[in-house]
Structures are given as structure tokens and as C-alpha cells.
């Protein structure tokens, strides 16, 4: 059974950092391109970005550029997306799920970014 588990989300005040983790069962984590998506309220879901199953790093948001970095753990089957200089509009639920075809997905977790 198909199991994405995302945690480290929270409330944070602009310009601070969280990051985020995905932990990985049901399938082989290590031979499938990931990717962190993020849905704002009243918005589509979106790809934030993706890692090859070697960890290269594909596909940013102009608006996350430079302030997010996603990286994977092969042996922990673990994917993580370092978020830095929080912004209001990064807030939303972020979700893990392979790409570019997705599995069911999990819960998400809530990133909210507001004084």
C-alpha cells in the first residue's frame, strides 16, 4: 500500500525557514522522480520542484527559486524540501507524490507564513 507521509509544516513568520519532510512506503522510492507540490487556497495544485531518482533538480517556481531546495534520502526513502525566506504567498498545503505521473495522495502538510 501506497503510503506518502509529509510532516514539518507549520505557522511561520516572514522571512523564516522550515523544512519540510516526506517519508516514502508502498513502493521503490529509489527508482521514481519526486516531486514537492504546493496548493494555495482557492488554487490548482502545483509542482514547487522535482529530483531525479540521482538527485538532480529539475522544474523550481520562478517564485521559489533561489529560497527552497528539494533533496532526497534514498536510504531513508525520504524526500525533504528546505524552505527558506518564507514569503505570505508560499502558503499553502505542500504535498509530495512522484512525477510526473502521480500516486494517491497523502494528507499534506500545512505551511502557513503570516505575522
Known amino acids: 500500500q501506497v503510503q506518502l507521509v509529509e510532516s514539518g509544516g507549520g505557522l511561520v513568520q516572514p522571512g523564516g525557514s522550515l523544512r519540510l519532510s516526506c517519508a516514502v512506503s508502498g513502493f521503490i522510492f529509489s527508482r521514481y522522480t519526486m516531486g514537492w507540490y504546493r496548493q494555495a487556497p482557492g488554487k490548482e495544485r502545483e509542482l514547487v520542484a522535482g529530483i531525479t531518482i540521482s538527485g538532480g533538480t529539475f522544474n523550481y517556481l520562478d517564485s521559489v527559486r533561489g529560497r527552497f531546495t528539494i533533496s532526497r534520502d534514498n536510504a531513508l526513502n525520504t524526500t525533504y524540501l528546505q524552505m527558506n525566506s518564507l514569503k505570505s504567498e508560499d502558503t499553502a498545503v505542500y504535498y509530495c507524490?512522484?512525477?510526473?505521473?502521480?500516486?494517491?495522495w497523502g494528507q499534506g502538510t500545512q505551511v502557513t507564513v503570516s505575522t
Open positions: 507524490n512522484t512525477w510526473p505521473t502521480t500516486r494517491r
